[in-house]
């Protein structure tokens, strides 16, 4: 027998549902903020997420579904969606149609992580992107998006939020945390020490927990923000105040990718510890200039599907079962059988859902396969309903028949 790769999960028909409660929850919210979806490639080059993502992050370097493909080109899985979204708006000339360009997409995305509870190598995301507008309340929109989705599921969550700077900012941050971590140099691991050349804000977002003793100490980002960075965190906040949304501000968010810029942000689940970040955000004022499009502010997010049915479970989040059959049509025997077959059908086109057997089951079993399905009804055909053109029509929850004929059925079942 061939196993299911490790770090995937296939999603069962009994549970698939729960997907498409949440699925269908997200495309609601998408609607409400006028965002339309947006469908890209699952592979796209490789230089798109090197250049896009950025090659110091962990995502790039050692997460990433690489290959070469017949035509010996460097195809890479996506192990996010911004990048994607980014490569689209400059290739199909969005920057001239009408902006702010508001997306949303659900997608498979693929990182080579250690699978466990809440971190998979293929997982699922629903992200907002848009693109156009640079003011903070872009930023405060973006994150009641995703706000408006977590109370819409039911889930408890802390919202943390950020400011990263500009590339003005970052460059003074970048001094002063090469100077704090200069001495600390020999006790980091040997990517914090790439980092520490490369790119130090890299050097907060390491797993290692001797970095991450050393990390608790640095100065934060917020210390070193010029004034048009700080004007606009200030914005951003009472853009939320307005909202009636709480946060806390936390300065040792730095994201795991390297596109960010001033706001970022993180929803928390406050019911379960590990993998409990649900959903990720931020702006990205350059991320479109530097692959090479015409320079776009943006600001997206992106919520885990695994991680939003994950805390849903776990904080006894109740889903509603799909609709059960309303009718299930038991035939006796070939001809009856036919009937129920026939009638089935002008059932289904009036778009009530009707259930037949497949299993050349007795009518007896065939009740006990409607009651599996939970039929709210089940008719049965046999010789002597054959040729009055009836069927006995049987309520499971109260347990009465009455006869109702073939012609009336669709009537009488419709609305039940
Ligand atoms: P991210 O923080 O890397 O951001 O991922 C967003 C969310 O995807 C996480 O908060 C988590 O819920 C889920 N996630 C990430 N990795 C895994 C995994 N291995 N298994 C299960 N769930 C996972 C981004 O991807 C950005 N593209 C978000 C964004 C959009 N920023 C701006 N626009």
Request: proline share 4%; with cysteine; hydrophobic share 35%.
């Amino acid at each position: 027998m061939i196993n299911i790769p490790k770090g995937t999960k296939d999603v069962l028909p009994q549970d698939s549902y729960k997907w498409q409660y949440v699925e269908g929850m997200a495309r609601e919210v998408a609607k409400l903020f006028s965002l339309k979806e947006i469908r890209t490639p699952v592979f796209e080059y490789t230089e798109l997420f090197q250049r896009g993502v950025g090659d110091t992050t962990d995502v790039v370097t050692k997460e990433m579904y690489t290959f070469k493909d017949k035509g010996d080109r460097s195809m890479t899985l996506k192990p996010e969606g911004t990048a994607g979204v980014a490569r689209s708006f400059i290739e199909n000339g969005m920057s001239s149609g009408v902006l702010p360009a508001k997306m949303y997409y659900i997608i498979p995305a693929f990182r080579y992580e250690r699978p466990q509870a809440g971190r998979l190598r293929e997982f699922h995301q629903f992200g907002v992107e848009i693109y156009g507008a640079a003011s903070a309340q872009t930023d405060a929109e973006t994150i009641l998006i995703a706000e408006t989705l977590l109370k819409k599921l039911g889930l408890q969550v802390k919202l943390c939020i950020n400011s990263i700077g500009c590339p003005t900012c970052r460059a003074n941050y970048n001094k002063a945390l090469k100077d704090f971590f200069a001495p600390h140099l020999e006790g980091l691991c040997n990517d914090c020490k790439t980092r520490y050349e490369k790119n130090p804000l890299r050097l907060l977002d390491c797993k290692e927990e001797n970095c991450k003793k050393v990390n608790a100490n640095a100065p934060t980002i917020l210390e070193y923000l010029c004034e048009d960075c700080k004007a606009h965190f200030d914005e951003v906040r009472a853009c939320l105040d307005l909202a009636g949304v709480e946060y806390e501000v936390d300065p040792r968010i730095v994201r795991g990718l390297d596109y960010y810029t001033r706001t970022v942000f993180e929803f928390i689940s406050t019911s379960i510890g590990a993998q409990g970040t649900v959903c990720g955000g931020g702006r990205y004022d350059v991320l479109i200039e530097q692959l090479g499009g015409k320079p776009t502010p943006a600001v997206g997010f992106a919520a885990g599907l695994e991680r939003l049915l994950m805390v849903m479970e776990q904080s006894g989040v109740q889903i509603p079962e799909p609709e059960k059959p309303t009718v299930y049509l038991a035939g006796m025997d070939g001809a009856c059988r036919k009937k129920a077959f026939e009638l089935a059908t002008v059932l289904r086109n009036h778009g009530i859902i009707a259930e037949i057997d497949h299993m050349e089951r007795s009518v007896k079993a065939q009740f006990k396969y409607a009651d599996k399905l939970g039929a709210k009804f089940v008719a049965v055909i046999g010789g002597n309903e054959l040729e009055q053109g009836i069927v006995m029509l049987k309520n499971m929850a109260t347990g009465e028949s009455e006869s109702v004929a073939f012609g009336d059925l669709v009537n009488y079942l419709e609305g039940k």
